[in-house]
T-cell receptor
Framework: DGGITQSPKYLFRKEGQNVTLSCEQN?????MYWYRQDPGQGLRLIYY???????QKGDIAEGYSVSREKKESFPLTVTSAQKNPTAFYLC?????????????FGNGTRLTVT | GENVEQHPSTLSVQEGDSAVIKCTYS??????FPWYKQELGKGPQLIID?????GEKKDQRIAVTLNKTAKHFSLHITETQPEDSAVYFC????????????FGPGTRLSVLP
């Protein structure tokens, strides 16, 4: 079955450590996205990539970094510079980054930093 | 920039009743409006979407209506079932926002048996 795989489902880190969240898709989608979800809030865009080797900052990119070396992979690194990293992180993809192409989401990674 | 509001934030209905969730957007450049259902511990799933050149779309018990003049769109669920209980998000795709989506804050729907 095609889909988006995020791993791990739960992740625990100590404050001051960088951590990388994995996102892999086998849908052959060009565009990929990272969102952050906090309780009672909508999804906020961290980074997005419309094509391999290219990515753009979203609304809340500070303290995060990404890479897009392969079409199917879009890892997110939460750095120690991110002041409130504890959250639910969602990866998504779409056929293209334009038009009426809906987002397809993974099942998320819940990151807890203490 | 674009702002999407969503009401109500919580909604409880009896099984078999209808549920309506309404979203408003601010930027007329928004042209595509999907709705997502998110169950506990999972990622959002697309349930229905509508384009700006269409006023209404229906898929079995779910329908979406769009009023471009008033800049609002609504999700209608008829004959609700307990498995409809989830958080629902509306979104708007905006050409002035790099064609990215702006999401509403979500509505927690509870269907009481």
């Amino acid at each position: 079955d095609g889909g988006i795989t995020q791993s791990p489902k739960y992740l625990f880190r100590k404050e001051g450590q960088n951590v990388t969240l994995s996102c892999e898709q086998n849908l052959n989608h060009d565009a990929m996205y990272w969102y952050r979800q906090d309780p009672g809030q909508g999804l906020r865009l961290i980074y997005y990539s419309q094509i391999v080797n290219d990515f753009q900052k979203g609304d809340i990119a500070e303290g995060y970094s990404v890479s897009r070396e392969k079409k199917e992979s879009f890892p997110l690194t939460v750095t120690s510079a991110q002041k409130n990293p504890t959250a639910f992180y969602l990866c998504a993809s779409s056929v293209t980054g334009q038009g009426n192409s809906p987002l397809h989401f993974g099942n998320g990674t819940r990151l807890t930093v203490t | 920039g674009e702002n999407v509001e969503q009401h109500p934030s919580t909604l409880s209905v009896q099984e078999g009743d209808s549920a309506v969730i309404k979203c408003t957007y601010s930027d007329s450049a928004s042209n595509y409006f999907p709705w997502y259902k998110q169950e506990l511990g999972k990622g959002p799933q697309l349930i229905i979407d509508i384009r700006s050149n269409v006023g209404e779309k229906k898929d079995q018990r779910i329908a979406v209506t769009l009023n471009k003049t008033a800049k609002h769109f609504s999700l209608h669920i008829t004959e609700t079932q307990p498995e409809d209980s989830a958080v629902y998000f509306c979104a708007a795709r905006n050409d002035n926002y790099g064609q990215n989506f702006v999401f509403g804050p979500g509505t927690r729907l509870s269907v009481l048996p």
